[in-house]
T-cell receptor
Framework: DAKTTQPTSMDCAEGRAANLPCNHS???????VYWYRQIHSQGPQYIIH???NNETNEMASLIITEDRKSSTLILPHATLRDTAVYYC??????????????FGQGTTLQVKP | EAGVTQFPSHSVIEKGQTVTLRCDPI?????LYWYRRVMGKEIKFLLH????????ESGMPNNRFLAERTGGTYSTLKVQPAELEDSGVYFC????????????FGQGTRLTVV
């Protein structure tokens, strides 16, 4: 699975959009971009995933560049409860993939009042 | 619907003792994964069960760790004998079969070896 690079930390004002970037320049054609987050003292939580089209769900939006070398997770109206470590993970859906997730260091998002 | 549950939530044991962690996946989820985070490090994959079979145990650190999933339902992870470096948070996750299946994580077990 391709490696990802994320900023170590970011701040965001409550109520504003949080835009979390991720670089995955070595991503291959059958690899998807996944985002998980871990709120303090909880297990990781799935947020969203995509291949090449932009995706949106009730939690967030995922914008993937046309060349797929980077993506941005957008939390449209961040709340204090969105303070967490956000992980960008690239994984394939091929038959050899067992579904395991390779976590990096992630981005610590601090939402401030 | 109950989520992934892990027992105990915290465990403090002495070096050399044995500890058994338990994970109850979401009912009907054939995939079960164990991960751990040791202090200051990233969350690392340990192993993966499909039903009762070990699909991938490439992340198991050494033979002091034994994972089982008898009957393909709950799973246990035993550490025997525990060492100081085993301290960390152990997470269990489960998912349905299929490449797009979302993995649901438990709250984790915080293990402290003193």
């Amino acid at each position: 699975d391709a490696k990802t690079t994320q900023p170590t930390s970011m701040d965001c004002a409550e109520g504003r959009a949080a835009n979390l970037p991720c670089n995955h320049s070595t991503i291959s054609g059958n690899e998807y971009v996944y985002w998980y987050r871990q709120i303090h003292s909880q297990g990781p939580q799935y947020i969203i995933h995509g291949l090449k089209n932009n995706e949106t769900n009730e939690m967030a939006s995922l914008i993937i560049t046309e060349d797929r070398k980077s993506s941005t997770l957008i939390l449209p109206h961040a709340t204090l409860r969105d303070t967490a470590v956000y992980y960008c993970i690239v994984r394939s859906h091929g038959s050899s993939n067992t579904g395991k997730l390779i976590f990096g260091q992630g981005t610590t998002l601090q939402v401030k009042p | 619907e109950a989520g992934v549950t892990q027992f105990p939530s915290h465990s403090v044991i002495e070096k050399g003792q044995t500890v058994t962690l338990r994970c109850d996946p979401i009912s009907g989820h054939d995939n079960l994964y164990w991960y751990r985070r040791v202090m200051g490090k990233e969350i690392k994959f340990l192993l993966h069960f499909v039903k009762e079979s070990k699909q991938d145990e490439s992340g198991m650190p050494n033979n002091r760790f034994l994972a089982e999933r008898t009957g393909g339902t709950y799973s246990t992870l035993k550490v025997q004998p525990a060492e100081l470096e085993d301290s960390g948070v152990y997470f269990c996750a489960s998912s349905q079969v299929g490449p797009f299946a979302e993995a649901f994580f438990g709250q984790g077990t915080r293990l402290t070896v003193v």
